[in-house]
């Protein structure tokens, strides 16, 4: 539906929010989901995604989760490679993007949705919250 420019954080609009587009390899997903696209390639690291873009993606997000009623959380909010494989012939074609140099935590922070511990004491509910900075993943 969108694509996002690095250098600037420039939002083109390709298609209207009722239009399904063919983003995340997944037709049910595609049918329930607006999809942004990130210029970059994982392969060069996390040098694309610059601050414009973090920025205008996230102003972009907020807009829309407000007015589609979509709650601001992981669960809701996604990257192309948290999109499951229709079957288990197709995983190893499923997209990697935005891959390990996504910093999910900065992106939530500027959603106004800031990551936090769910789970009470005795609750099985598990918290994973890596540091972003010391927690770099080689790409290969």
């Not at 807009?63 to 999109?83: F, M, Q, S, T, W």
Request: no cysteine.
């Amino acid at each position: 539906h969108y694509s996002l420019r690095s250098a600037d954080g420039h939002i083109a609009n390709h298609l209207r929010a009722k239009d399904v587009g063919w983003h995340a390899g997944n037709w049910y997903v595609n049918s329930k989901a607006v999809g942004l696209e990130h210029e970059g390639f994982l392969a060069q690291g996390g040098q694309w995604y610059t601050e414009a873009m973090y920025r205008t993606s996230a102003n972009l997000v907020r807009y829309l989760a407000e007015k589609y009623g979509v709650p601001l959380d992981r669960a809701h909010v996604i990257g192309h490679d948290n999109v499951p494989g229709t079957t288990p012939a197709n995983i190893a074609g499923m997209h990697q993007d935005p891959g390990p140099y996504w910093d999910w935590d900065h992106y939530f922070d500027l959603l106004g949705k800031p990551f936090k511990a769910q789970g009470r004491p005795a609750s099985p509910l598990v918290t994973v919250h890596p540091d972003y900075g010391s927690n770099t993943e080689p790409y290969y």
